[in-house]
């Protein structure tokens, strides 16, 4: 059996719970780069000398952390909901006494029933 865990508060979720899935990616911004005839003839070997001289003591992930990070999570509806609310002060701990989402009533409010045992059909 499929379970996720909610990277928020860390509740169990089975294969066709409601869950949202969070991508973050984090990357370094540059201003556009405009190279004339100047920076084509000039030699930049010193430069790059120096950088590696600079980076030497940096582990290579140190470096590409610095460049470019990316993130996945995986949340519950409460934890989405405070997610939502806050995303750069994001909790655990507000989603707590969120009210849970009854997603079956939403889907029977449409005319979609759920199947009996509760699976979401695509378990294939």
């Not at 084509?40 to 120096?50: K, T």
Request: glycine content about 8%.
């Amino acid at each position: 059996m499929i379970k996720f865990h909610c990277d928020g508060c860390g509740r169990v979720m089975a294969k066709g719970e409601l869950r949202y899935k969070v991508k973050i990616d984090v990357r370094a911004a540059y201003d556009e780069i405009q190279i004339g005839l100047a920076d084509l003839m000039r030699d930049y070997r010193q430069e790059m000398v120096d950088l590696v001289r600079k980076m030497r003591h940096r582990s290579p992930e140190e470096i590409e952390a610095t460049v470019y990070k990316g993130f996945e999570l995986d949340l519950c509806p409460a934890c989405q909901r405070a997610y939502i609310r806050s995303p750069l002060r994001f909790h655990p701990e507000q989603a707590k006494d969120a009210d849970p989402i009854d997603i079956d009533g939403f889907l029977r409010s449409l005319g979609l029933h759920p199947p009996a045992d509760g699976r979401s059909g695509d378990d294939t």
